[in-house]
């Protein structure tokens, strides 16, 4: 059993920047890992992922803004997030696949003047 949570969200204005954590409770080296995120009202979606070797993968919503990266020997995810709009509003969560699926309970980003 995997437990990850995720840290630094909050609220930022049109243009700034937040850095995203996920920390696991176990090791995750030879995991692939993703940010998801969930806006209100509409389907949680995929944001980025990263393999355990490090190859990343972007959706067009966050490629040349955010970058994931990882750490495992720390067991953690981390997603840096720059230039960011109202519209990556949403709850984000981390997801961790091994055996099974594993989530986050998220953390919550609002971007707003």
């Known amino acids: 059993q995997v437990q990850l949570v995720e840290s630094g969200g909050g609220l930022v204005q049109p243009g700034g920047s937040l850095r995203l954590s996920c920390a696991a409770s176990?090791?995750?080296?030879?995991?692939?890992m993703a940010w998801f995120r969930q806006a209100p009202g509409k389907e949680r979606e995929l944001v980025a992922q990263?393999?355990?070797?490090?190859?990343?993968y972007y959706t067009e919503s966050a490629k040349g803004r955010f970058t994931i990266s990882r750490d495992n020997a720390k067991n953690t995810m981390s997603l840096q997030m720059n230039l960011l709009k109202p519209e990556d509003t949403a709850v984000y969560y981390c997801?961790?696949?091994?055996?099974?699926?594993?989530w986050g309970q998220g953390t919550q980003v609002t971007v707003s003047s």
């Open positions: 176990g090791s995750i080296s030879s995991n692939n």
């Open positions: 990263i393999t355990g070797g490090g190859n990343t």
């Open positions: 997801c961790l696949y091994g055996a099974r699926t594993y």
